[in-house]
């Protein structure tokens, strides 16, 4: 069955360091990839998706690009803020082109803490 | 336009007694998902419904859990003679069914078990 991989947090970062959120995924086909961001206290909130190989999605600095190959979606961003602090979830949904929407497997998540 | 719809946001329960939590998705969806979050650790799929049908079923306790999506009205997940291992987050998912897969979440209702 599907199932999605995510570096264990905490991840502890200063402001405008680089972040790095590593996410592997197993799955027959060609899933498509999201990743979802949930602040304390509230839902989940789709940050940025991917529907097949080679694409990259991109949201409010972050960046993953789908990779085939290595069956990974990494999430990255330039330069971290405080506000950016929240816990991150890799996704993988049925494959793109089906027509219907399908369930999500979800990964553990990672938490992310920016400090001044 | 507003977003997924879920009350209460907070549910607090004895044991044996039974919760009924509310979804009503984005406007234009007809799809909803249900998913557990455990503390500290990722969400679960628990079943995915469609109007005045269960499309997958395949993560929800083959007990004391069910739930339904009517023609009017919101989506209900009921959990009956609740225990403490019930006491997790409860999130609701809406889509369009157009669009492939993406899905958009409600606040989430937290239950307690007493």
Redesign the interface.
């Known amino acids: 069955g599907n199932s ?1 991989t995510q570096m264990e947090g905490p991840v502890t970062l200063s402001e405008e360091a680089f972040l790095t959120i590593n996410c592997t995924y197993t799955a027959t086909g060609y899933p ?1 990839l ?1 990743w ?1 961001v949930q602040y304390p206290g ?5 940050l940025l ?1 991917a ?1 097949k190989a080679d694409d990259k999605g991109s949201n409010k600095g972050f960046e993953a690009t789908y990779r085939k190959e290595t069956t990974s979606f990494h999430l990255e961003k330039g330069s971290v803020q405080v506000s950016d602090s929240a816990v991150y ?1 890799c996704a993988l ?2 494959p ?14 990672t938490r992310l803490q920016v400090t001044l | 336009n507003a977003g997924v719809m879920q009350n209460p946001r907070h549910l607090v329960r004895r044991r044996g007694q039974e919760a009924r939590l509310r979804c009503s998705p984005m406007k234009g969806h007809s799809h909803v998902y249900w998913y557990r979050q455990l503390p500290e650790e990722g969400l679960k799929f628990m079943v995915y419904l469609q109007k005045e049908n269960i499309i997958d079923e395949s993560g929800m306790p083959k007990e004391r859990f069910s739930a339904e999506f009517p023609k009017e009205g919101p989506s209900i997940l009921r959990i009956q003679q609740v225990v403490r291992g019930d006491s997790a987050a409860y999130f609701c998912a809406s889509s369009p069914g157009q669009v492939y897969n993406e899905q958009f979440f409600g606040p989430g209702t937290r239950l307690t078990v007493l």
Not at chain 1, 42 to 46: F, I, M, V, Y
Not at chain 1, 96 to 109: E, H
């Open positions: 999605v498509s999201f979802y509230e839902g989940l909130q789709l998706k529907t979830f949904g049925g793109r082109n089906t027509g219907t929407a399908s369930k999500l497997t979800f990964g553990t998540g």
